[in-house]
């Protein structure tokens, strides 16, 4: 068997969908309406709060340059007045039930949550409906929403990180909309119109792309009644053909910004795989071999032992379709040439020399302890649940991964470097 398909069925078998006494034992209750509505029930009595997370299929993933940002733009106006309530009193019942409310447009998915006091679940489920099917969108509230948004989008590109990193994206993916900003461009946001709002909100609040996950200090068997009276009336309606993404287009080129800053930034890309695909989790313990805390490769070679680096870091978020793989530097102006050739130097370096079995298993528990400390809280349960059933993995995912984390070896991890470490594309912002 040759070392790719070894790779891929290994990792394969680690991913393979849980045992029933698996997904028991996870104290999660899975459930759809009549009218496809996804819902996910996780029993906890460690806290005395509870998080519901609602999340629809949506988000940049879906947008073109002209309605880049809509899907955000549109979760933030749709917090500032319902049918029942203005924008003021949604915030003052929020914190009545000891919680607080929020809405935001993501990269794969757009999400209404919420978190109150274990006794207020009802009420806190209620509020969530309420934003996210009963939304008035006021024009005056709109406007104002607008103005917010187009100044963070100022604020991005005033930043330095951020300005580096959304051109690093730009360049990486070309044509494919992960390259876009789930804030928008500054001319898409400033041509949507209440309208166009209220036509995206009604083409994505159908109810075959919703999930809702809630968890805490509850009762199954209440909260599938609580839940369908308050989203089993959503209409099923046609479902609408949803375009196909172009295909990334790596530049693969070298691009250098000039800013006013106080330190310079060095990212380098590759594009990877998406969360799915068998050669994920290796890609994910590579990219914590690379940058993974003060063990990872980078933080030793290039901080530590040559002191280029004020912060080094590698980043691969998770992506239902071709994910990235970024690695991270800050450092000073006068260090540019060194820095860059040095980081260039350890991501070249892996495919033909390997990696060692000791600092495989550091990455992997740099991978493992991670995963487990973001899940320590209700409202990340709550996440974590519905954002890997809406973007198809199933809400198992995560324990899935960590057995596929497990299985990872050097071998795997030299296999996948050689696979997807070439051909990088490069930004550096020097400071002006």
């Not at 250098?256 to 313990?285: C, F, H, M, N, T």
């Given at each position: 068997?040759?070392?790719?398909?070894?790779?891929?069925?290994?990792?394969?078998?680690?991913?393979?969908?849980?045992?029933?006494?698996?997904?028991?034992?996870?104290?999660?209750?899975?459930?759809?309406?009549?009218?496809?509505?996804?819902?996910?029930?996780?029993?906890?009595?460690?806290?005395?709060?509870?998080?519901?997370?609602?999340?629809?299929?949506?988000g940049s993933r879906f947008e073109t340059a002209?309605?880049?940002?809509?899907?955000?733009?549109?979760?933030?106006?749709?917090?500032?007045?319902?049918?029942?309530?203005?924008g003021e009193q949604l915030v003052e019942a929020?914190?009545?039930?000891?919680?607080?409310?929020?809405?935001?447009?993501?990269?794969?998915?757009?999400?209404?949550?919420?978190?109150?006091?274990?006794?207020?679940?009802?009420?806190?489920?209620?509020?969530?409906?309420?934003?996210?099917?009963?939304?008035?969108?006021?024009?005056?509230?709109?406007?104002?929403?607008?103005?917010?948004?187009?100044?963070?989008?100022?604020?991005?590109?005033?930043?330095?990180?951020?300005?580096?990193?959304?051109?690093?994206?730009?360049?990486?993916?070309?044509?494919?909309?992960?390259?876009?900003?789930?804030?928008?461009?500054?001319?898409?946001?400033?041509?949507?119109?209440?309208?166009?709002?209220?036509?995206?909100?009604?083409?994505?609040?159908?109810?075959?792309?919703?999930?809702?996950?809630?968890?805490?200090?509850?009762?199954?068997?209440?909260?599938?009644?609580?839940?369908?009276?308050?989203?089993?009336?959503?209409?099923?309606?046609?479902?609408?053909?949803?375009?196909?993404?172009?295909?990334?287009?790596?530049?693969?080129?070298?691009?250098?910004?000039?800013?006013?800053?106080?330190?310079?930034?060095?990212?380098?890309?590759?594009?990877?795989?998406?969360?799915?695909?068998?050669?994920?989790?290796?890609?994910?313990?590579?990219?914590?071999?690379?940058?993974?805390?003060?063990?990872?490769?980078?933080?030793?070679?290039?901080?530590?032992?040559?002191?280029?680096?004020?912060?080094?870091?590698?980043?691969?978020?998770?992506?239902?379709?071709?994910?990235?793989?970024?690695?991270?530097?800050?450092?000073?102006?006068?260090?540019?040439?060194?820095?860059?050739?040095?980081?260039?130097?350890?991501?070249?370096?892996?495919?033909?020399?390997?990696?060692?079995?000791?600092?495989?298993?550091?990455?992997?528990?740099?991978?493992?302890?991670?995963?487990?400390?973001?899940?320590?809280?209700?409202?990340?349960?709550?996440?974590?649940?519905?954002?890997?059933?809406?973007?198809?993995?199933?809400?198992?995912?995560?324990?899935?991964?960590?057995?596929?984390?497990?299985?990872?070896?050097?071998?795997?991890?030299?296999?996948?470097?050689?696979?997807?470490?070439?051909?990088?594309?490069?930004?550096?912002?020097?400071?002006?």
């Open positions: 068997m040759s070392g790719r398909r070894a790779l891929s069925f290994g990792l394969a078998l680690a991913l393979a969908l849980p045992t029933v006494a698996e997904a028991q034992s996870a104290g999660v209750s899975r459930y759809v309406l009549a009218n496809g509505v996804r819902v996910l029930v996780r029993e906890s009595g460690d806290a005395g709060v509870v998080a519901v997370s609602l999340q629809v299929r949506a002209e309605t880049a940002g809509i899907t955000n733009f549109l979760h933030r106006a749709m917090l500032r007045g319902t049918g029942r309530r203005s929020a914190e009545r039930l000891g919680g607080s409310l929020d809405a935001s447009g993501e990269v794969e998915y757009a999400e209404v949550r919420g978190s109150a006091l274990a006794r207020h679940w009802e009420a806190l489920l209620g509020l969530v409906a309420e934003v996210a099917l009963t939304p008035t969108l006021p024009a005056d509230e709109v406007e104002k929403e607008r103005r917010l948004i187009l100044s963070q989008i100022q604020t991005r590109e005033d930043n330095p990180f951020p300005l580096a990193f959304d051109t690093l994206l730009r360049e990486l993916y070309g044509p494919h909309p992960y390259g876009l900003r789930t804030l928008g461009r500054r001319e898409s946001v400033a041509a949507l119109g209440r309208e166009d709002l209220l036509a995206h909100h009604r083409s994505i609040y159908r109810p075959d792309r919703l999930v809702l996950a809630i968890s805490g200090r509850i009762e199954r068997d209440r909260v599938r009644r609580t839940v369908e009276q308050l989203f089993g009336g959503l209409r099923i309606v046609a479902e609408r053909p949803v375009d196909a993404a172009p295909a990334p287009a790596p530049t693969g080129v070298r691009r250098v910004l000039e800013r006013p800053a106080q330190q310079a930034q060095i990212l380098v890309g590759y594009l990877a795989p998406g969360l799915s695909e068998p050669d994920y989790p290796a890609v994910k313990v590579l990219a914590a071999l690379l940058g993974g805390g003060m063990s990872g490769r980078l933080f030793v070679e290039l901080r530590d032992n040559r002191g280029l680096a004020y912060q080094v870091t590698a980043l691969s978020p998770p992506r239902a379709g071709p994910g990235f793989l970024v690695a991270y530097m800050g450092t000073a102006r006068e260090n540019i040439p060194a820095a860059e050739a040095g980081m260039l130097r350890e991501l070249e370096r892996i495919p033909p020399e390997g990696v060692g079995e000791e600092e495989v298993a550091r990455a992997k528990a740099h991978v493992l302890g991670s995963l487990a400390m973001d899940r320590r809280t209700n409202a990340r349960h709550a996440w974590y649940l519905a954002f890997y059933e809406v973007v198809g993995a199933g809400w198992e995912f995560p324990e899935r991964y960590a057995r596929a984390v497990e299985a990872v070896t050097a071998v795997d991890v030299r296999a996948v470097a050689q696979r997807y470490l070439r051909r990088p594309t490069t930004v550096v912002l020097e400071p002006r």
